[in-house]
Every structure is written in C-alpha cells, then in structure tokens.
C-alpha cells in the first residue's frame, strides 16, 4: 500500500492532529489562534532560531511590548510554532538519527494565558485536551513537578493540583533539569511540570519516566513563568504570571497512530519513499544501533530531519553561511549530505531534490514553503555543489596545521580559524584530526569562540550604556514600576515634526541604571552630572528611538532651571522612551518641564538615506524581478526580500535576497533609476492606515517576518496622496512608486536628498547581498570625484610603454580606494584593464627586442672567452622571464659554455644571478650560484644545469661579479 492510501486511512493524520488541538482551545477556551513566527528570530538577536513556542511571545512576559501591537491587546493564545534546535543551548543536531524521536525541525503544539489563568486552569485544560479530545487512556499518562532545589522552593502547588487527576505514584518529582524551564543564558524562565506517556501500558512505568527511553516518553510541558533569568545567573520575579506550553506534535502524531516512533508517521513516510526512490537503497526499517547495519536508518532519518531543518530556515529568511545560525545550517547540510552519499549511496545533488515532496506535505499549514520553493531548492543546490570545493579548501589548510600540531592536539585556535575563515565545520576537523591521531582541542575552541561572542556583545552593552558599564535597559521590573506609577505610553508624534523644539514635555522618570539603587530598579526622584550616564522618560518627546534600522536622534533636554542633558542614545522599551546620556548642568527632577531639543542638522542626512533606501528597495526590485518577468512573460518565486538595514547620519546599507553578484548594467540602472527619483523630486507622504486596507496595496513592500501594529504607518514616494492609493489599493499604476510600511523620519521631496550614488554592492551569505549609498553633501562628492578620477583615466589613454604602465598602477590603487560609485569603479577598472593589455603588449615587445641585445651581447663573449665558463653584467631589472629566454637562446647559440648573468635593479635594491649549462657538462651551476652569493642573505636554488639567486642591496655587485669571475 503507498503512503499516500495509508494516510487517506489513518483516524489521526497529522493535518487533524494539529487542527484539533487548536480548535479546542480556540472553540472551548477562548484562546485567539496567533500564526507561527518565523523559525528564524529576526528580530530577537539572542536566539539562533525559535526553539520554543514561546519566542515569539517574549515581550508579552518582559512587559516590553508596544502597546499599538496586536499581540499586547490579548491574554490567552494558542498555535503550532515552527521551531530548530539545532546550536545554542537548545541543541539536539547531534542526537538526530540516533534514535527515534531527537529531531532539529519540529512543530510545538502550545497554549499560552499571559498574566490570564496559571497552574490550576492550565493542567485542566492539558488533561482534558488529551484524555478527550485525543482520548488517550489516562493509565498510561505520568506527571512530573519541580522538585525543589537550594536555590527554588519545591512546586507543591503543580502537585497537588495533580493529585486530582492522577494517584500519587504518578505525580512525580525532578530536579532542575527537567523541570525548570529556561528559554536561554538570560530571559523568562520558571518551574514546569510535565505528562509522560507509556506506549507500552499496563504496567507501573514511574521509573522509566525521564529515563530518556522510546517508550515512556514526554508529550507535554507546561511551563509557569514566574522569573526572568538575569546576566549574573540571578532570578528576578515577573511583574505577572503567565504559562506557557507546549507539546510536540510529531510524538503526539506517533501515539495517535499507534507506531512505535515519530519516524514511522505520515510526517516522514512519503519523504522516505522519495529518499529511497532517488538512492536506490533499501527501504527505511527503522533500526537503530547495532542493528542497523551500515547506519542506513540513522542516514534515512538524517536526511529527512535535515530536509525539513533546512526548507523551513531558509524560506524564513536564514542562509548557510560561514557564522551564526548560517554556520549552523551549513553543518546541518554538510552532515545530511555525508550521510546520504556515504551510508545511502546518493548522489551528490539528491538533497535539493527532496524540497517538492516536503512542500506537498507541509505547504498547506505553511504556505511560504511553496512561496519560497524555488530560491529553498537553488540555495540547497548550490551549497551541495559548494560542498566538494569547500573540502578541498581546508584539507590542504588542515593539513599545514595538523602538521605544527604539538603533544597530539590539533589546536581549537586553528580549527576557529577553518571555522571563521574557510566556512570548516568543527565536527569535520575534529573527525579528521582523529584519522591521523590527533585530539581536537574543543576548550580551545570553545574559549575562542566565547572570546569573540564576548567582544560583540561588550560593544553592545556599551552601546546601550553609553559606554558608561551600566546596564541601562528598561526589562520588566522597570516597565512594570513605571506602569505601577500610572505612567503613560510615551507619545512621540513630535518626532515627526521638524526643526521645531518641543517645549512643555514632563520628566516621568529618572533612571540611573538597573541596580543602582537599593531595590535594584534604577529609578530616582533626581539626578545630576554625578550619576555619570543617566535616562529620561518624558510623557512626550520630539526624539526618534532607534528603530526598524533607523540610528537614534541626539540632542538636548533642557528645563526652566537651567539644567541640560546631552542626549546621545534613544532607545524604545515596550510603550515608554528612554533618553540617555548625561546630565551636565543642574538638577532634573520627576515632574520637571523640560523642553526637547532634536540635532536636525544631523537628522537631515538620515532621514535622506531613509527614503532612499525606500527608493533603493523599489529600484532593485525593478531591475532584478519586476523588468525580467515582464521580458520572459513566465511565473517565477524569485524575489528580492529586505534581510537587514542600517541607516544613519553617513550612510544607507540594505541587505537583500539575491543569488547572484549584480552585473554593471544592473548596477548602473539601479542607480540611474534612483537618481531619475531624486531628479524628478516627487512628494514623500506619510499617513497612518487601517492595517487591513494598507496590506491590500499592490506595489506594497513589507519585510518578511515583521509583525506591524494595527493601525500602521504608510510612507509612499508617489505624487499621489496615500488616501487615494487607499481608495483603489490593487491597482496596478502602484507599482511604479515606493510603498512602505515605516515608523522612520523621512524627507518631504525626493528632490531635498540632492543626489545618489551607488558606493558598493557585495555578497555577505549565500543568498544574501549587500548594497550601500550615499546622498547629499557624501553623494555629491563622490560625485565630483569620480569626474576627476575619470578624467585622469580617460587622459592616461594617451601615454604609451612605461609612462602608461607608471599611470595605471597609480591609477588603479586610486580606484580600488576611491569613495565613489561602484559603477563607476567598474567602468574605471575596465578602462584600466584594457590599458594594462597594451602595458602587456609593450613590455612583451620591449622583453623580445631586449632578450634579443642580452644575447648579441653574450654571444661577442665566447671569442674571447678562456675555459667553460662566461659572466655578463646587463642590468634590466630582476624579469626571470627576460633571463630564461636569454639562457634558452644562448644555450641553442652556443652549445659548450656556462653563461652567468647579473642584472642590477637600483629600484628594487637587488640584484638578480643566473646561471645556465649545458647538460652533462663540467660546471655545476648550483655550486657556482652558491659560491659567487655567499654571504650576502640571498635567497634562491636550482640544479647542476640551471640555477638562480637573488640578492638584497645593488652594493654587493662588484663583489659579486669578482667571485663569479674567479
């Protein structure tokens, strides 16, 4: 029978199974279906991937969600979120395969009450979701509690609220390990309680339960979030309790189907048949250790994992790469593709082609797996093709190390570098250390590693702290006084208006930094230059908190006293604004007026790069999607995705989705099309809109991943006003224009950006490319540089030999340096290239004709000469080229003498010894070399028949042309 008839034939498939599960918490607890984040945090630089349900929900229990957001209106939630656990401190890569049930992609079942019910409501809805929704027996299910420890009191009250369902040696308790649940190094945190079920049943099953065993296993994790996870380990409490759960929908799929592992599901069944359908090896039997001869069922399940890790990675957004979660899902690659070539007889290219098959099982729930099908298969593809190549790199690499390698360790430093440098995966350098005897140094590693995780994050803090060493972040404890205290959600409609200084703003709070005060929580009633680096928050403020990319305003905050603050941070914590910086004149006290004094000279040059990197983003679009189908006339998933931003007072940088370095003539119509924006000087309008209508906006441009509150800020670059897109939003002459969904300052008129250039375009992962621009004053001058540099370039054309060879090379390091547009460096370096073919040209004719005069010269020599041996002193330069074609026409010339030739190269201080015999003659060149350059630090080598050296300092050649003559 196929897998497809025994799906149509399952009670529980697994679309049921996960449906289920959400329509009883939706339908019977009214909980609000909240869609899957991304497995790729985009905007949470602390994880890799979203390892649990709740990442996405982590400023809902820090208390630092923005209060215009959907997500801050609701208490109760209920999903199936996408997760990786694979790297960080949530890593199971290396357990996949080994066993049935490990996985690095899975989906987590979970239901959430954010400050809503806790412990009572939410072990009653977890029974009676499985005992009757599910109808699993209930003598086969166990709970367990926290036990308690030295540091956290014994969860008695999960306990007892289990002894109503369950008898007492069911109801069990554990350490830490297994039960106080952690998110990561810092973050939300508290005591969980977990259900076991026994696959086997009928049987007391309490000691097997965490006994990491296939047939007693953890199905579901309720976790009561009670604390926050501090820097120094420290647990701080939250200002409410919330409950987060979750279950794992594979293992829930494998007992609803009654098979013994998640692997022999209709999760991974139809991607087993096309496995074994592309290899050609036995069908998957679902043996494990010993038993599974060849590891053939580890590689099946292997590959299958890998597939689905991957698929959904990089149709969120993340790529291979040599770094962070890209490194991560290299490895994952490298091993799924070791395993299918070496255990399952694959192909190289077999894996790219399992994407299909996971996109007719998957697309249905998630359908940017079909969206995102064709740029999933071709970024697969190409890293399977890049795999050889990147083996090859590092083996020679490897081998140089291994052989310094002292006291049979192969050092981590070096495996960091094949790591960091050349993209090596550490778990391939251990492997291959232990082939040739060697012990791979992992704390050397792993210090390294730490070091430089280390120096980014103290760059961090010290962003965040002014560079002051304070932790000057508003969290939860903060926040919530803050609310405690009636305070307000900061308005900051004022940073949208311009050189204009926003008086009668009230000081709502003095901060000084987290535990700076006796209850740790940082604020004060005032403050002065003597609390160093300090924060404001203010019930309204003309500042723009750094944002969606945006760097922050600086300025001033000033009160009637005569007290002034030097902003120079502005961050958004949740609802309220921080101001940072330090106070240096007077007193700022809580309910001080305060008036707002934004640097707009140095807001200018931002808000120019931020509507150019709109105008940036719709211009690549154009060139590289919209114009080519228009062209080809066929469908494509092609697209070009926002992957990152950086915009401030020098500069614009965008990162997008591309996998291919832009040619010139792309190059030069993005830029010609942005210029021909700014020329045109059309109106930049701003308006905020129903979430719902914005969306409907055809030449819409929203980054992938980013949530956006309702209602949402709108900026077009149309001469059309956004109330008239509005009314028509499918229309198609949209498309022409920028349309944006952005919080940012921006200009009023393209026209006031003055000029764009284009600096540089790069790639920075696979798949993932790098532009960055320049307007105003910076553009303008890149400008007139280019001018001049193209100037200079275009006069060296009329310079011949080495005048023009002189030329290019200044030439060509000026461009390689210039801060000019990158088209126009391109169009330079061709120029240039042409030049250096004539250069080429020249000096090949020069070598002849001279080669030709060196010989004459030698030849006059062999009348005259006594014995076998000839010296010739002729100085052009230190060219092995010219002085093996002088040995080469000599020796036809002349078939019984030994030629020296010493050629003095006053620019370079050195001179330049040859030696060429006839073979099986008397004179041994090498000797002859050796004994004439004794002395002198030369550095060169040869044989009896032809030998060389060169010598540092032109001052040496009298000597020298003395010794070879003796």
């Not at 890569?93 to 049935?100: E, R, S």
């Not at 679902?286 to 060849?294: L, P, Y």
């Not at 940036?616 to 006339?633: D, F, I, M």
Request: glycine share 8%; net charge negative; with cysteine.
């Amino acid at each position: 029978m196929s897998s497809s008839e025994e799906k149509k034939e399952l009670e529980w498939p697994m679309d049921k199974v996960r449906s289920t599960f959400i329509n009883f918490f939706v339908e019977q607890h009214e909980h609000v279906y909240w869609k899957s984040s991304p497995c790729v945090p985009h905007d949470d630089p602390t994880l890799l991937f979203a390892n649990a349900g709740m990442n996405q929900f982590k400023a809902k229990f820090l208390g630092t969600c923005d209060p215009k957001m959907e997500l801050f209106k609701i208490n109760r939630a209920v999903n199936s979120q996408k997760c990786i656990r694979a790297g960080g401190k949530h890593n199971d890569l290396d357990d996949v395969g080994k066993d049935v049930y490990h996985h690095t992609f899975f989906e987590m079942l979970g239901n959430w009450s954010f400050g809503n019910y806790f412990k009572k409501e939410a072990i009653a809805m977890a029974w009676k979701c499985l005992t009757e929704e599910f109808k699993l027996n209930p003598e086969r299910l166990y709970a367990t509690y926290f036990g308690g420890d030295e540091s956290s009191p014994c969860d008695d009250e999960a306990r007892e609220i289990w002894l109503q369902y369950l008898p007492p040696d069911r109801v069990l308790p554990f350490d830490a390990k297994d039960n106080f649940w952690e998110m990561g190094a810092t973050g939300p945190c508290g005591p969980c309680t977990e259900i076991h079920y026994d696959r086997i049943g009928g049987r007391d099953a309490s000691k097997l339960v965490n006994a990491d065993l296939p047939d007693v296993i953890e199905i579901w994790n309720n976790v009561f979030i009670q604390y926050n996870r501090e820097a120094d380990r420290s647990l701080r409490k939250l200002p409410q309790q919330h409950v987060d759960t979750g279950m794992g929908m594979e293992r829930l799929v494998s007992i609803l189907q009654n098979v013994d592992s998640n692997y022999d599901t209709d999760i991974f069944i139809p991607i087993f048949d096309h496995i074994q359908k592309l290899t050609g090896a036995s069908p998957y039997s679902g043996k494990v250790g010993e038993e599974d001869t060849g590891f053939k069922d580890m590689a099946y399940r292997v590959v299958a994992d890998h597939i689905r890790t991957l698929s959904f990675a990089i149709a969120d957004g993340a790529v291979p790469s040599n770094d962070g979660r890209g490194y991560v899902l290299r490895r994952i690659l490298r091993r799924a593709i070791r395993y299918g070539r070496q255990n399952l007889g694959a192909d190289l290219g077999f894996f790219c082609q399992l994407v299909p098959t996971l996109v007719d099982l998957m697309s249905g729930t998630y359908p940017e797996l079909k969206e995102k099908q064709e740029h999933v298969t071709q970024i697969i593809r190409e890293e399977e093709e890049s795999f050889g190549r990147t083996l090859d790199k590092g083996l020679s690499k490897f081998k140089d190390m291994a052989k310094k390698s002292e006291n049979g360790m192969f050092s981590g430093i070096d495996a960091h570098f094949l790591y960091t440098s050349m993209g090596f995966p550490v778990d391939l350098t251990e492997l291959m250390a232990e082939e040739i005897g060697l012990k791979l140094d992992k704390d050397g590693f792993e210090a390294k590693m730490k070091e430089e995780q280390e120096l980014s994050a103290a760059a961090h803090a010290a962003k965040m702290s002014g560079d002051s060493g304070k932790d000057m972040r508003l969290v939860a404890e903060q926040t919530s006084a803050l609310v405690g205290k009636g305070v307000k959600a900061t308005d900051d409609a004022g940073k949208y208006v311009w050189n204009q200084d926003l008086e009668g703003c009230i000081v709502k709070g003095a901060f000084i930094g987290r535990n700076e005060t006796e209850d740790n929580i940082g604020f004060v009633d005032s403050m002065t230059s003597e609390n160093g680096t300090v924060g404001l928050i203010l019930d309204k403020t003309a500042f723009y908190a750094e944002a969606g990319g945006q760097i922050f305003d600086t300025g001033s905050i000033v009160n009637s006293n005569g007290a002034v603050m030097k902003v120079h941070n502005v961050q958004l914590y949740g609802q309220f604004i921080l101001h940072v910086g330090e106070v240096t004149e007077g007193t700022f006290a809580v309910d001080d007026s305060v008036i707002c004094k934004v640097d707009y000279e140095r807001r200018s040059p931002i808000a120019a790069n931020h509507t150019m990197t709109h105008v940036l983003n719709y211009a690549l679009k154009e060139v590289l999607v919209t114009r080519p189908l228009k062209e080809s006339g066929k469908e494509s998933t092609v697209s070009v995705d926002q992957k990152g931003s950086l915009v401030d007072e020098s500069k614009l940088r965008y990162d997008f989705s591309w996998n291919a370095q832009l040619t010139l003539a792309q190059l030069k119509d993005i830029e010609s099309i942005c210029q021909g924006i700014v020329d045109e000087g059309i109106p930049v309008q701003a308006e905020v809109a129903s979430l719902e209508m914005a969306r409907k906006i055809s030449s819409l441009r929203a980054v992938f991943g980013e949530t956006y509150p309702d209602p949402v800020r709108v900026v077009a670059i149309a001469p059309q006003s956004i109330p008239e897109i509005l009314e028509s939003p499918d229309s198609a002459q949209w498309d022409q224009y920028s349309v944006e969904f952005c919080g940012g300052t921006h200009l009023n008129n393209t026209k006031e950006a003055d000029a764009f250039v284009l600096l540089s375009e790069e790639g920075i992962a696979k798949g993932i490319r790098r532009v960055t621009g320049l307007t105003k004053v910076d553009a303008a001058k890149a400008i007139a540089d280019a001018a001049e540099l193209l100037a200079k370039v275009k006069a060296a054309g009329s310079l011949e030999g080495g005048a023009l060879e002189k030329e290019v090379k200044i030439l060509t390091e000026a461009v390689n340096v210039a801060k000019i547009s990158t088209v126009t460096k391109l169009e330079a370096r061709e120029t240039l290239t042409t030049y250096s073919k004539q250069v080429m040209a020249y000096k090949k004719e020069k070598a002849a004709a001279q080669q030709g005069l060196i010989v004459e010269e030698a030849l006059k020599l062999v009348g005259s000469a006594q014995g076998t041996k000839l010296v010739l002193r002729y100085d052009f330069g230190v060219d092995g080229k010219i002085a093996k074609g002088v040995m080469t026409s000599f020796g036809k010339k002349c078939k019984d003498k030994a030629l020296m030739l010493i050629s003095v190269d006053e620019a370079s201080d050195r001179i330049m010894v040859v030696a060429s015999a006839p073979k099986g003659g008397d004179v041994d060149c090498k000797a002859w070399v050796n004994a004439t350059t004794e002395g002198m630090g030369g550095k060169g080598g040869g044989k009896k028949d032809s030998a060389q050296c060169t010598v540092p300092g032109v001052s040496h050649v009298e000597e020298i042309l003395k010794k070879a003559q003796s």
